[in-house]
């Protein structure tokens, strides 16, 4: 396996920000509110890939 490039996580990370905050749960929800789950969608899937991004490089490790 190979590692994503700091690029291809970031990009990841927006679209599914995105797709939360379009969805029909968020839709009537103050701009704020959406915007706080925005951020915390963009960050949790960060996180999730940066740790998944580890666990490849500690692998490839001899």
Request: charged share 10%; proline share 3%.
């Amino acid at each position: 396996m190979q590692l994503m490039s700091m690029l291809a996580v970031a990009g990841i990370s927006l679209g599914v920000a995105i797709a939360t905050i379009v969805s029909r749960k968020h839709r009537g929800k103050p701009a704020g509110e959406r915007m706080l789950v925005f951020l915390g969608s963009f960050l949790a899937t960060l996180l999730v890939l940066f740790v998944l991004n580890f666990a490849i490089f500690c692998l490839q490790q001899p």
